[in-house]
Nanobody, 119 residues
Framework: QLQAFGGGLVQAGGSLNLSCAASGFTLDYYSIGWFRQAPGKKREGVTCISSSGGSTLYADSVKGRFTVSRDNAKNTVYLQMNSLKPEDTAVYSC??????????????WGQGTLVTVSS
């Protein structure tokens, strides 16, 4: 089971740090993707990180502002979000998959956490 948490209400320009924690299995062998879905919009990929943490991908819309990292010892993946914009408002979810990239065969999905950025 995956669980994303750390969302909340923040003003534009602010920061939040999301966490994705796993229980019942180890994340060591999985790529982790962060996805978001804004009201009335399709889900989109935000970032993903390889099992070792050595490779990352970012959506163009978040490059330079968001940073993904992982601590396999804590079975947790993090998403540091800086310089937040109102258009970043969405429910953020994490997912684990055995492959790499945006289509990593994400088998496990966690409940999302709501991020609201006020202008």
């Amino acid at each position: 089971q995956l669980q994303a948490f750390g969302g909340g209400l923040v003003q534009a320009g602010g920061s939040l740090n999301l966490s994705c924690a796993a229980s019942g299995f180890t994340l060591d062998y999985y790529s982790i993707g962060w996805f978001r879905q804004a009201p009335g919009k399709k889900r989109e990929g935000v970032t993903c990180i390889s099992s070792s943490g050595g490779s990352t991908l970012y959506a163009d819309s978040v490059k330079g502002r968001f940073t993904v990292s992982r601590d396999n010892a804590k079975n947790t993946v993090y998403l540091q979000m800086n310089s937040l914009k109102p258009e970043d408002t969405a429910v953020y979810s994490c997912a684990a998959g055995p492959d790499w990239g945006w289509d990593a065969g994400y088998d496990y999905w966690g409940q999302g956490t709501l991020v609201t950025v006020s202008s």
